[in-house]
C-alpha cells in the first residue's frame, strides 16, 4: 500500500527556511516523479515543485530561486528547502506521485495520484 508522509511544516519568520520531507513507502521511489503542492485557505491547490526520477526538477515561478526539491531514493524520500519564506507562502504543503510518468513536465494537480495529509507552513513574524 502506497503511503505518503510529509512533515517539516512550521512557524517561521518572513525570510526564513524550512526543509520539507516527504517519506514514500509502498512503491519503488525511482520509478516515480514526485510533486510538491500547497494549498491556502479559500484558494485552490497549486504546483510547487516536481522532480524526475533521475532528478531533473522543475518549479513554479513564485518559488523559483528561492526554493529547492531533491531527492534521496535510497531513503525512500524527497525534500523541499524552502528559503526566504514569504507570508504568501504560508499553506498547507502536500507531496504526490505521479503513477504515469518518471519525468517531471506538469505541476497540476490532476496529473498526479496519491496524495499525502500534507504538513502546515505559516510565515509570519
Known amino acids: 500500500q502506497l503511503q505518503l508522509a510529509e512533515s517539516g511544516g512550521g512557524l517561521v519568520q518572513p525570510g526564513g527556511s524550512l526543509r520539507l520531507s516527504c517519506a514514500v513507502s509502498?512503491?519503488?521511489?525511482?520509478?516515480?516523479?514526485i510533486g510538491w503542492f500547497r494549498q491556502a485557505p479559500g484558494k485552490d491547490r497549486v504546483g510547487v515543485s516536481c522532480?524526475?526520477?533521475?532528478?531533473?526538477?522543475n518549479y513554479a515561478d513564485l518559488v523559483k530561486g528561492r526554493f529547492t526539491i531533491s531527492r534521496d531514493n535510497a531513503k525512500r524520500t524527497v525534500y523541499l528547502q524552502m528559503n526566504t519564506l514569504q507570508p504568501e507562502d504560508t499553506a498547507i504543503y502536500y507531496c504526490?506521485?505521479?503513477?504515469?510518468?518518471?519525468?517531471?513536465?506538469?505541476?497540476?494537480?490532476?496529473?498526479?495520484?496519491?496524495w499525502g495529509q500534507g504538513t502546515q507552513v505559516t510565515v509570519a513574524s
Open positions: 504526490a506521485v505521479d503513477f504515469d510518468s518518471d519525468v517531471c513536465a506538469q505541476l497540476k494537480p490532476y496529473e498526479y495520484d496519491s
Open positions: 509502498g512503491i519503488t521511489l525511482d520509478l516515480y516523479a
Open positions: 522532480i524526475s526520477n533521475r532528478g531533473r526538477a
